[in-house]
């Protein structure tokens, strides 16, 4: 029987996944080929899904997937609390994942749902398909270049060896969306840092509308065993809820969940692969932002590929453009901001009172690096309490 080759197969329909389609098909007149395992486009609802405005328009986000309007971002300690504008959205994610494929699928792309990507196919030391589970039937499909877009689970990645991911770099998390809150701000984005609500980690408030958000709490695992932390997250976020006036007279409406890893992936690509969005590690560690970082991986990636298949060279030392890129942008200040994350999580309740003053202080050219991921050496000179 003679294989049925793809010019490009994207494994994962999530946000990165659907993007990479999207810009590919927009882009080129290359096949693609989509594998999802969900039986359902947009689903699992599993992230909180605020991003800023300006990114919303770059890569043309419609006003459709919208769910609130966020005008400040609010950092709270234990008893101090900063400010900030911001200029964002809260998203509905189900249809924001359902546009991303629905554009590809437009322009051309195939999608196979209910599509469980198992394993490469290895010819030559080269990974050239990948074998997928459907109604309990094994499948082979063959592509020029492959794509893992599996999330945390990146399940080819791993395989190539690209990624190891531990649970000393694992984030889990869970939130509520609720009603009926009792909110100062009604179109804000809080992250609090507090031991005795997140150890090891932080929690958060996300506006949905007026006394609606998204409530909710991640930590690193083996920070919150070190931590000596008891109970589950449900249960901490349970308490939060309980002792906080803002929220205790909430409804639950949905409870989502959701974990990443935040490694440094030092190689993305290799001979006909690449790993982008969660499956290459790229959120953001400090914020948990993975929407904005996922999709510039796959618009780098996307290029990436698009280059290499006109050139007919999909070889590693042409994919690897995809890796310089991220380096120089997003990932630039990588070690940097995963070592401040670190310690971010090991302060004690004064001393983060003392870092959430300290952010307070902050110019807005300072907050603006933060926000694009290049904080400096001397920015996080300035945000530490044990440096100021």
């Known amino acids: 029987m003679k294989k049925e080759v793809y010019d490009i ?48 328009d770059e890569f043309k986000i419609p006003k459709s997937v919208y769910v609130s309007k966020l005008n400040s ?29 629905n554009e590809a699928i437009k322009n051309g792309a195939k999608i196979i749902i209910k599509a469980d ?37 990146a399940v080819l990645a791993k395989e190539l060896g690209l990624v190891k991911f531990t649970s000393n770099e694992h984030l889990v998390g869970i939130e509520y969306e609720m009603n009926n809150l009792k909110l100062e701000q009604q179109d804000a984005m809080i992250f609090k840092f507090d031991r ?16 609606k958000a998204r409530v909710g709490i991640c930590w690193v695992s083996e920070f919150f065993k070190a931590e000596r932390g008891k109970g589950s997250q449900i249960e901490h976020l349970n308490h939060w809820i309980k002792t906080d006036n803002r929220l205790k007279s909430g409804k639950i409406l949905e409870t989502h969940g959701g974990d990443a890893f935040y490694e440094l992936v030092k190689q993305k690509s290799t001979d006909n692969f690449l790993a982008i969005g969660d499956s290459a590690s790229c959120i953001h560690p400090t914020t948990g932002e993975g929407i904005r970082p996922g999709l510039y991986s796959s618009m780098f990636a996307a290029k990436t590929a698009i280059e290499a298949l006109d050139r007919k060279d999909t070889s590693a030392s042409q994919l690897k ?63 530490y309490p044990f440096f100021s």
């Not at 996944?17 to 699992?44: H, M, Q």
């Not at 950092?75 to 911001?86: A, L």
């Not at 030559?124 to 499948?139: A, D, L, P, Q």
Request: with cysteine; glycine share 8%; aromatic share 12%.
């Open 9 to 56: 197969i994207v494994c994962g329909a999530g946000p990165a996944g659907a993007e990479f389609a999207r810009y590919v098909t927009e882009n080129s007149k290359y096949s693609v080929l989509v594998l999802d395992r969900t039986d359902k486009i947009g689903y699992p609802a599993k992230s909180t899904a605020g991003t800023t405005k300006e990114f919303l």
């Open 73 to 101: 971002a609010v950092i709270q300690g234990p008893n101090e609390t900063s400010t900030h504008p911001y200029d964002g959205y809260v998203l509905d994610f189900a249809k924001f994942k359902k546009f991303l494929v």
């Open 117 to 153: 990507v198992t394993k490469p196919i290895i010819e030559n030391n080269k990974i050239t398909g990948v074998e997928y589970t459907k109604n309990g039937k094994i499948y082979s499909t063959y592509g020029r270049i492959i794509v893992d877009a599996t999330g945390p689970s």
């Open 196 to 211: 005795n609500l997140a150890p090891g980690g932080y929690s958060w408030i996300f506006s949905t509308g007026k006394n």
């Open 321 to 383: 453009k995809y890796d310089k890129k991220w380096n120089e942008t997003i990932g630039k200040n990588r070690k940097l901001i995963l070592f401040a994350t670190k310690k971010l999580y090991e302060l004690s309740n004064k001393q983060y009172d003392k870092f959430v003053a300290n952010t307070g202080k902050l110019d807005s050219e300072t907050v603006k690096r933060f926000m694009n991921y290049q904080t400096t050496l001397k920015d996080a000179l300035k945000l």
